[in-house]
């Protein structure tokens, strides 16, 4: 699974982090996932999480449980691994940083080889931009990526 959007990071609660999606037009208001919700889902049919929005990673940090949050309601309801980030990231270096992750998963590579062979291309980008660690730096992988089940 794979979203590409807003996210609200709440470190002082960490259960109403939230994901922001667009508004049904026959609604008012945006569609939010809080992260209290996600962990009463079952997602462990997922192999990966992709959250290409700003700052999903970090949470207030909780005695003997790391961060809280959108990343760890994903792993509290199944997901074995989660690619985050740790601040807010540019739109068009999210893009290639994931594009490029997800054609080295693709071509074979395990999950943190190719997100590190993805942050190195960003890295050497011709792009100023690009090449600066804001730009590829937030990426992290969080749990451990399985591998498909032939």
Do not use: K, Y
Not at 23 to 30: E, H, Q
Not at 32 to 38: H, N, S
Not at 50 to 69: D, E, M, Y
């Amino acid at each position: 699974m794979e979203f590409a959007g807003h996210a609200i990071a709440n470190r002082e609660e960490p259960s109403f982090s939230r994901l922001v999606f667009s508004p049904d037009p026959a609604a008012a208001g945006s569609a939010l996932l809080f992260a209290r919700d996600l962990r009463q889902m079952r997602l462990d049919h997922l192999r990966l999480v992709v959250l290409s929005a700003c700052a999903t990673a970090p949470g207030s940090r909780t005695r003997g449980a790391g961060f809280a949050g959108i990343t760890q309601a994903f792993l509290e309801a199944g997901t074995p691994a989660v690619v985050a980030t740790l601040w807010r990231i540019d739109d068009a270096a999210a893009r290639r940083v994931v594009l490029e992750f997800h054609r080295r998963l693709l071509a074979g590579e395990d999950g943190a080889s190719a997100l590190r062979s993805a942050q190195l291309a960003l890295l050497h980008d011709r792009a100023d931009l690009l090449r600066q660690p804001p730009g590829w730096a937030a990426f992290e992988l969080i749990g451990a990526l399985q591998e498909p089940e032939n």
